[in-house]
T-cell receptor, first 116, second 115 residues
């Protein structure tokens, strides 16, 4: 079975400082990993994904994520946070070797609060 | 606008009632996913349809059912509603197929309040 964990309910950061949102996963086979962001009263929006290849993935709005197979992690990062980055962030995983038609497993979400 | 349309945006109803939520996927997408988002349960996968056929089922209650029609729109039916069914229900679509690389595009959601 696949699972994903976001160990922090909330991350607080000052504007201009680096932002990191943590995600760890568990799958039987190879993972496909995703990050989504949800602004208040909106649906989730895709930020980036890791399928294969380079462990550092660049996405929308200046975000990037690093895939670490040995630590089974896929942390989301942004070098310099903006107040407008304040939102709820979700990590998601799919295990394509055992779950061809299956669901994306989402983490519980991490609320990011960026203060001016 | 993501291209995924969900109606209604808000719905208030009473316990024991039945409601239908509708989703029109993004043009060209064959897959439709339904998710329930509540404060205590997070984002829970309910069901996935691809080109009219059910492909995967998650934690969907027996009181809930869904279908995808030939024009690819989907409906989620919730019956015998309970207070605990109050949540935000999201529809997401993707190009579809078994590829895990497909990105989900989410609608804005339907907020259901059961009184």
């Amino acid at each position: 079975a696949q699972s994903v964990a976001q160990p922090e309910d909330q991350v607080n950061v000052a504007e201009g400082n680096p932002l990191t949102v943590k995600c760890t996963y568990s799958v039987s086979g190879n993972p496909y990993l995703f990050w989504y962001v949800q602004y208040p009263n909106r649906g989730l929006q895709f930020l980036l994904k890791y399928i294969t290849g380079d462990n550092l993935v660049k996405g929308s709005y200046g975000f990037e994520a690093e895939f670490n197979k040995s630590q089974t992690s896929f942390h989301l990062k942004k070098p310099s946070a903006l107040v407008s980055d304040s939102a709820l962030y979700f990590c998601a995983v799919r295990d394509m070797e055992t779950d061809s038609w299956g669901k994306f497993q989402f983490g519980a979400g991490t609320q990011v609060v960026v203060t001016p | 606008d993501s291209g995924v349309t969900q109606t209604p945006k808000h719905l208030i109803t009473a316990t024991g009632q039945r409601v239908t939520l509708r989703c029109s996927p993004r043009s060209g997408d064959l897959s439709v996913y339904w998710y329930q988002q509540s404060l205590d349960q997070g984002l829970q996968f309910l069901i996935h349809y691809y080109n009219g056929e059910e492909r995967a089922k998650g934690n969907i209650l027996e009181r809930f059912s869904a279908q995808q029609f030939p024009d690819l729109h989907s409906e989620l039916n919730l019956s015998s509603l309970e207070l605990g069914d109050s949540a935000l229900y999201f529809c997401a679509s993707s190009v579809g197929g078994a590829s895990g690389a497909n990105v989900l595009t989410f609608g804005a959601g339907s907020r259901l309040t059961v009184l």
